[in-house]
């Protein structure tokens, strides 16, 4: 997964030659987007549940980042997340983003910024 988007600070930017690459693991399947991060103690990278309008970390054992994007791959909105709590569904939502709570911000995910995913199928 790469990430395109406005700059991370006044005069820094995020280009095709410097984005964020980051390891992803896709959860495609019902099965697969029900189970998400339960019962993990971390995530290594990010979990891209897709489709998927909204999550829960009812259950979880560590915060977490929510990235929900639009069809174009487009960042609606980042929260943070801590253990026992249901989100509020995101209706132009089509894809979420889970990662451990403040990797986001880390690697430049915000709102506006553009989501590439490579090797996918």
């Given at each position: 997964?790469?990430?395109?988007?406005p700059p991370p600070e006044p005069g820094g930017a995020?280009?095709?030659e410097g984005a964020s690459?980051?390891?992803?693991?896709?959860?495609?399947?019902?099965?697969?987007?029900?189970r998400g991060l339960l019962g993990r103690t971390g995530v290594t990278g990010a979990l891209l549940l897709t489709p998927a309008r909204g999550v829960h970390t009812v259950g979880m054992?560590?915060?977490?980042?929510?990235?929900?994007?639009?069809r174009e791959w487009r960042v609606l909105?980042?929260?943070t997340m801590p253990p026992g709590r249901i989100g509020v569904p995101r209706p132009?939502?089509?894809h979420v983003i889970e990662a451990?709570?403040?990797?986001?911000?880390?690697?430049?995910?915000?709102?506006?910024?553009?989501?590439?995913?490579?090797g996918a199928g």
């Open positions: 997964m790469k990430v395109f988007g995020i280009s095709a690459k980051i390891p992803l693991e896709i959860a495609g399947s019902a099965r697969a987007r029900r054992r560590f915060a977490v980042d929510v990235a929900y994007l639009d909105s980042v929260r132009r939502a089509r451990a709570a403040g990797s986001l911000a880390e690697w430049g995910v915000r709102r506006g910024a553009r989501i590439v995913v490579h």
